[in-house]
C-alpha cells in the first residue's frame, strides 16, 4: 500500500506539475509565515522570561532583624536550592546588595563611578553607591567633593565609588516597588557590609540563578515557615505566567489568520487531488475499502506537507540569520516537531473530511 | 449590470476564500502602514542628523542635581574645549495662532549648527541685535515670509516682537535635545525635533523666566562640548574622567550610529513583517484567483455555448476583481478610523500619499494573477475548455 501510494504520489506530481507547486508554494509560504510568527512570540517571551524572572525571585519582609540574616546563610548553604545571583536586604535608609557576577555579567548601571567588586563585596569594604536623589541635598560644593570625602553610615566613613538612578520619594513607594527593585533605597552598600555593620534589615530579595522547581519551591516554603514573624511572601512562581501570556498575545491575532491561509492552500490542495478521484473511484469499483483510499489521501497529503515543512523551516532558519537583532528567537527544536504535528493533523483532517464524501459521492452516483 | 450582478454571484459563491483573501490584504496593509511610518520617520529625522556638528563633539548629558551653568564653566575651563553649545528650551509658545517651540541656541550652537533654509539667512550672519524685534529663524509651517515682525506670547504671560530672518526648509527639522539616555541608547533623534519652531540667539532673547526649568520636574539638560581640533586624538576615556561626575558623556558620532541602528532594526523588522504577511496575501491571492479563475472556465464555456460573447466574460471577470478592489479599499479606509493604520502619525498629505500606495498595492495585488488568466480565457481553444467540462471524455 506504502509503495502504490508512494508511486500515486509521484506520478500525480509529474502529471500535475503546475498544480503541485502551486501547493507546494501555498504551503511553505502558510508554515514558514506561521513559523516566523512563533519565532517572534518566542523572542517576545525570553525577554519577558529575563525581565520579569517571575520563576527565580522570592521576596519577603520580617520584622525580626536577626531572622533574615540567619535566612540568608541557610539558603546560601542549601544544596536543594540554586545559587543565588542577586541578594537585596534593605531598611527604610539602606540597602545591602550582592550581585554575582560570574552568573550574571550585567550588574547595576552606574552613570558615574563603578558597580562594587567582587572583592569589595566578599570582604565586606566600607564602600557605598549612590542614588541620584541624594545628591539633590547637597550643595554645590558637597557635590565636587563627595567623591574624595566619601559619607558616614553609623560613624563609619564609607567610600562613595558610584551613584545610580533613583528618583522615588519615600512615601511614593509602594509594596511592588520592593518585590522588583534590586535597589530598594538611596544609599546601598555591599551585603556583607551591610550585616557586618549590624544593620536592621526589614526585607530580603533575591534572585536564583534558575527557575525553581515545585519540589524546590516546597522546600523553600518549608524553610520559611519555621521562621517566625514573616510578613508579606512571594515565592517564586511555577511558571512565567506573565511571559506565557505574552508568547499567546504575540500568535493569538495571527492563529486565525494563519489557520485560514492554511485552509485556502487545502482548497487548491483539493482541486487538485480531484483530478487524481477517478483513479480512486476505479480502486473502488475494484473492492477497495474506504479506509484504503483515506490512507492513500493521507499518504499525498503527508509528503506534500513534510516536503513544505522542511522547506519552510529552512527558509526560516535563513531568515532568522538575516532578521536584525531583537526581533526573533530560534525556536527550541521540541516547537518545530509541535508545529509538525499540529499541521499535519490539521491538514489530514481537513482534507479528508473535504475528500472522502467526494469520492464516494461519486462512486454512489456512478452506481 | 448584468455582468456585475454575476460578478457577484460568482464572488458569493465563494465567500469563504474571498473573506480570507480581503482579511490577509488588510493584515499586509496594516503591516505595510508601520513600514511606511518607520520610512517617514526616518526622512523626517535624517537631514538633521546629517546636519549635527558631528566631529570633535562630545554631549553631557548633565545630572539632574547639577546646575548647568556651573559645569559649562567647570567644562569651559578645560584647555581641550572650544566652545560648548547649549539650546535653551522654554514652553509652547504663541506666534502667528500656530503653538510652537521656542528654541534659544548659544554662540557655540549657532557657529557650528546650521540647518538648511527654504529662504532667508542663518542667525551666524546677524552678528547681534539691534531694533526692536529679535531676529529668529522660523518654520515654514508657521506661515511666516522674510522680512515679517510679529508678537511671540510666551508661556510667563509676556510677548517679544521677532523678524524673520529665514525659514527653515521643508519639512521641519531642527536640533532640539528634548531627551537623554545612557550612552548605549542615546540617539540622535533624541536631539531633533519636527515640531513648528521659533529659532532665536539666546542673548538677543534676553532675560526671561521662560527657558527656567520648573523645580518639581527633573529634567535632564544636554550640552554640546566642541574639542579643539588637536584634541580629537585624545582618548574619551580623559573626558569622561574629567566630566563624568556632572553627567553622561556620549561622543556626538556614538548618537548618529545609534540611530543608524535603531532605524535599521525598526525599518528592517517591520518591513520583514510585511514580507511574512505579504507572501500570506499573495498565497491567498494565487490559490483564490487560480481557483476562480478555472471555475469561470467552465461556466463561461456554458455560457459562451449559450450565446455569450466572450468579452462579456473577461467583463465579469473584471467586476469581479473591481469589487473585491473596492471592498478591500473601504475595508482599509475602516481600519485607518480604527487607528489600525497608525494614521496618527502621518500628516494629511502623508495619509493621502499612504492611501495612493494601499491602492495601488490592492489593484497589483488582484490583478496580477487575474489578468494573465483573463488573456489566456480569451485565447482559450473552445474544444479544449469542453474537453475540460466534460472531464477529460
Redesign the interface.
Known amino acids: 500500500m506504502i509503495r502504490l501510494a508512494y508511486k500515486n504520489f509521484l506520478r500525480f506530481c509529474h502529471v500535475n506539475m503546475l498544480f503541485f507547486f ?1 501547493s507546494f ?2 504551503l511553505v ?2 508554515f ?2 506561521f513559523l ?2 512563533q519565532e ?1 512570540a518566542y523572542y517576545m517571551y525570553t525577554v519577558n522570561v529575563e525581565s520579569n524572572q517571575d520563576t527565580r525571585v522570592l521576596y519577603f519582609t520580617c520584622n525580626d532583624t536577626n531572622a533574615i540574616q540567619s535566612l540568608y546563610a541557610k539558603l546560601e548553604n542549601d544544596s536543594v536550592l540554586p545559587k543565588m545571583t542577586i541578594v537585596t536586604v534593605s531598611d527604610e535608609n539602606y540597602t545591602g546588595l550582592y550581585w554575582d557576577g560570574k552568573l550574571i555579567k550585567e550588574v547595576l ?1 552606574t ?2 563611578g563603578r558597580f562594587f567588586s567582587t572583592e569589595e563585596m566578599d570582604s565586606g569594604d566600607v564602600v557605598a553607591l549612590l542614588g ?1 536623589d541624594y ?2 541635598n ?1 550643595s ?1 560644593e558637597n ?2 567633593t563627595i ?1 574624595t570625602t566619601g559619607i558616614d553610615i553609623n560613624g563609619t566613613h564609607f567610600n562613595v565609588i558610584g ?1 545610580y538612578f533613583f ?1 522615588f520619594p519615600k512615601d511614593s513607594i509602594t509594596e511592588n516597588f520592593y518585590e522588583f527593585a534590586v535597589v530598594q533605597t538611596t544609599i546601598t552598600i555591599p551585603l556583607r557590609t551591610y550585616f557586618d555593620f549590624g544593620l536592621a534589615p526589614e526585607r530580603f530579595r533575591c534572585v536564583f540563578s534558575q527557575p525553581l522547581t515545585s519540589t524546590q519551591i516546597t522546600h523553600l516554603s518549608d524553610i520559611l515557615q519555621s521562621v517566625d514573624n514573616i510578613q508579606s511572601l512571594s515565592l517564586p512562581k511555577s511558571f512565567e505566567a506573565n511571559a506565557v501570556y505574552s508568547y499567546i498575545d504575540g500568535i493569538i491575532p ?1 492563529i486565525a ?2 489557520l ?2 492554511l ?3 487545502i ?2 490542495i483539493l ?1 487538485w487531488l480531484r483530478k487524481e478521484f ?1 483513479r480512486y473511484r476505479i480502486y473502488l469499483i475494484c473492492g477497495a475499502k474506504g479506509r484504503q483510499i483515506a490512507f492513500l489521501i493521507s499518504v499525498n497529503i503527508a509528503l506534500l506537507v513534510t516536503a513544505a515543512y522542511v522547506c519552510a523551516c529552512l527558509a526560516i532558519f535563513e ?1 532568522t540569520q538575516i ?5 526573533v528567537s530560534a525556536l527550541p527544536w521540541q516547537f518545530y516537531i509541535l508545529i509538525y504535528i499540529g499541521v499535519m493533523i490539521f491538514t489530514l483532517l481537513a482534507v479528508n473530511i473535504r475528500a472522502i464524501p467526494i469520492v464516494f459521492r461519486e462512486k454512489m452516483l456512478q452506481k | 449590470m448584468a455582468s456585475v450582478l454575476i460578478a457577484i454571484k460568482l464572488l458569493w459563491k465563494r465567500k ?2 474571498n473573506f ?2 480581503v ?2 490584504i488588510l ?1 499586509s496593509i496594516i503591516m505595510l502602514a508601520q513600514v511606511f511610518v518607520a520610512i517617514e520617520d526616518y526622512r523626517d529625522n535624517l537631514r538633521a542628523v546629517n546636519e549635527l556638528p558631528v566631529n570633535n563633539t562630545v554631549v553631557l548629558s548633565i ?5 548647568t551653568e ?1 559645569v559649562t564653566q567647570q567644562v569651559l575651563s578645560s584647555p581641550q574645549v572650544e566652545s560648548v553649545g547649549r539650546v535653551y528650551m522654554g514652553d509652547i509658545v504663541f506666534c502667528n495662532n500656530v503653538s510652537c517651540n521656542l528654541a534659544a541656541y548659544n554662540e557655540g550652537i549657532i557657529s557650528r549648527y546650521s540647518p538648511e533654509l527654504q529662504s532667508g539667512s542663518w542667525l551666524s550672519d546677524y552678528s547681534s541685535f539691534s531694533g526692536n524685534a529679535i531676529p529668529a529663524v522660523v518654520s515654514s509651517d508657521m506661515k511666516l515670509k522674510v522680512g515679517d515682525v510679529t508678537d511671540v506670547s510666551l508661556s510667563d504671560g509676556q510677548t517679544r516682537k521677532i523678524t524673520v530672518i529665514g525659514i527653515l526648509k521643508e519639512p521641519t527639522q531642527y536640533l532640539y535635545p528634548w531627551g537623554s539616555a ?1 550612552p548605549e541608547y542615546f540617539t540622535a533623534s533624541s536631539v531633533i525635533s519636527q515640531k513648528p519652531v521659533i529659532i532665536v540667539r539666546y542673548t538677543d532673547f534676553g532675560e526671561t523666566s521662560v527657558f527656567e526649568t520648573p523645580m518639581d520636574v ?1 529634567i535632564t539638560t544636554s550640552i554640546f562640548i566642541f574639542l579643539k581640533s588637536d584634541a580629537a586624538d585624545t582618548n574619551m576615556d580623559t573626558f569622561r574622567t574629567e566630566w ?2 556632572y ?2 558623556i556620549t561622543p556626538m558620532q556614538s548618537l548618529v550610529s545609534t540611530f543608524n541602528t535603531n532605524t ?2 525598526m525599518i ?2 517591520t518591513t ?2 510585511f514580507v ?2 505579504l ?2 496575501a ?3 491571492v ?3 484567483n ?2 476562480q479563475s ?1 471555475r469561470n472556465r467552465r461556466q463561461f464555456t456554458v455560457y459562451y455555448l449559450l450565446g455569450m460573447d466572450w468579452k462579456k466574460g473577461a467583463a465579469v471577470e473584471v467586476c469581479r476583481v473591481g469589487i473585491l478592489v473596492i471592498f478591500t479599499m473601504a475595508l482599509s479606509l475602516i481600519a485607518g478610523k480604527l487607528g489600525l493604520l497608525m494614521l496618527e502619525w502621518m500628516t494629511p498629505a502623508r495619509a493621502f500619499l499612504f492611501y495612493g500606495l494601499v491602492f495601488l498595492y490592492i489593484v497589483v495585488m488582484f490583478t496580477a494573477v487575474g489578468a494573465g488568466f483573463m488573456i489566456k480565457l480569451m485565447r482559450e481553444d473552445l474544444s479544449g475548455l469542453l474537453k475540460d467540462l466534460q ?1 477529460g471524455e
Open positions: 502551486l508554494l501555498c509560504c502558510a514558514g509565515c516566523f510568527i517572534r548601571y552613570p558615574y541620584t545628591f539633590t547637597l554645590q557635590l565636587d567623591w551613584n528618583d495571527y489568520v494563519l485560514l491561509s485552509l485556502s492552500s482548497s487548491v482541486y477517478a531568515l532578521t536584525p537583532h531583537g526581533l | 469563504l476564500a480570507v483573501l482579511i490577509q493584515l545630572f539632574d542635581y547639577y546646575d556651573y545612557s527633573p563624568n561626575k553627567g553622561e535599521n532594526t528592517g523588522g520583514i513583517m511574512v504577511f507572501l500570506l499573495a498565497t491567498g494565487l490559490s483564490n487560480v481557483i478555472l472531464q
